[in-house]
DNA sequence: CCTCTTTTGAGAGCTACTCTCATTTCATGA
DNA sequence: TCATGAAATGAGAGTAGCTCTCAAAAGAGG
């Protein structure tokens, strides 16, 4: 998931020897990103220019577009998706996929919050609060979505572009993205792990029956 | 469903005479619309600027702001949102929710299609190929999933605040705005509310097994 | 040490969007 | 019908995100 955990780079795991190129692109990038998060713990958001943000990080406006697209990115760029994917095909394949998500987002949400929690609530918080990040972070979602689609499909042998697939995907996507905002929005006091659990369960027990006639009596 | 249909702005029941002042106002509003939606035709989003969209309009590019907050807003603002709420309680209090929506959007996407197909299509196209419009209309899917959050609290006497409830809602919407996705990518030929159904079914019986082990072998 | 390639910085330029203020246009009551 | 108040508009200046180009600087390789 994108936004809902770290946003770490994960080494790979055949790192034969990065040049001194690799290392420097590496370090700027992580400059600009720190910069980044200081400055807007400091001054908000919209108060921070991109002209700072460059400033800080000791290196012109016109890399900071070089190695982020646009200022939101700088906040939301993460590699989570590929470390999503891989880990939930590393699931067992008669494994329902709503159970895999269960296992995966748990240990993802448990390792990336114990890493960088301040970051993690900084960018949850300024989804909620800032509306053009959290326009790009929908947006990402539809990638996730994209990615989980294709692990259904393995698993199904259906089609990944088959509306039901799709749909189904993105209902979860969705459902997922609520859960880290309803976090955020609780101050992240409760365990995100437990929400991620219980909305899970919504969608597998609970969807059809949640609003039925008489199912749940004020 | 806010792009998923029409953009029509619903006559209130009680039309007491609107003055001349606000005569004017929508004709200036439609006029910046239709302006827009000719010159997108012609040279597509981006080459588009909101000065010429003024200027075609008849307006200044002032006002043209004034109308409408963003470039996105003048292709997907619309009022459907509280025509969608109105429906949906107007349906039996005892009627599954899916059900009802299943009512109300067959009965909405017909209706909107038949009075604008082109501008329908328009903005479902600009939807999956601009990346601004998609942001936009992404986000004003969380307006629209808190009104389902509060027809869904009215029907099960929940909080509307409840993870449940918010994660069941936009579970739904991320669902339904797939469907329009996949509808648009596939060239507008099926028929939507076809599509619709599919894909409320899906949430409410293909949910929990869709992807189970042996659910559907090949 | 020299050359080739990649990365960077400087700067100009476009456009979406905001804000202010003077002017025009409508509504209202005498 | 006209005067007064309120609302809508236009003009213009300003901010900032983002793009593009080109020349200078910095690593890589022989």
């Not at 590496?26 to 200081?38: F, G, N, S, V």
């Amino acid at each position: 998931m994108n936004a809902m955990t770290a946003a770490r780079t994960p080494r790979p795991a055949s790192a034969p020897r990065p040049g001194l190129r690799e290392r420097k692109k590496l370090k700027t990038r992580l400059a600009i990103r720190e910069a980044t998060y200081r400055l807007i713990r400091e001054q908000g958001y919209d108060a921070t220019t991109v002209e700072q943000i460059a400033e800080a990080a000791e290196v012109s406006p016109s890399t900071v577009f070089r190695y982020f697209t646009t200022k939101e990115d700088i906040v939301l760029t993460d590699e989570f998706d590929p470390v999503l994917e891989r880990e939930l095909r590393q699931r067992p394949a008669d494994e329902p996929i709503v159970e895999s998500l269960r296992r995966v987002l748990r240990h993802a949400v448990a390792f990336g919050f114990a890493d960088e929690p301040e970051e993690a609530i900084l960018r949850t918080r300024l989804m909620i609060e800032v509306p053009a990040v959290r326009s790009r972070m929908l947006e990402s979602m539809s990638v996730t979505g994209g990615i989980l689609c294709r692990v259904i499909a393995e698993r199904t042998g259906k089609d990944p572009g088959d509306l039901e697939v799709r749909t189904f995907a993105m209902g979860l996507i969705g459902a997922l993205t609520e859960t880290t905002a309803y976090w955020a929005e609780h101050g992240h006091k409760e365990d995100l792990a437990e929400l991620v659990d219980r909305t899970l369960t919504v969608l597998t027990t609970g969807f059809s029956g949640a609003s039925g006639p008489g199912s749940m009596p004020s």
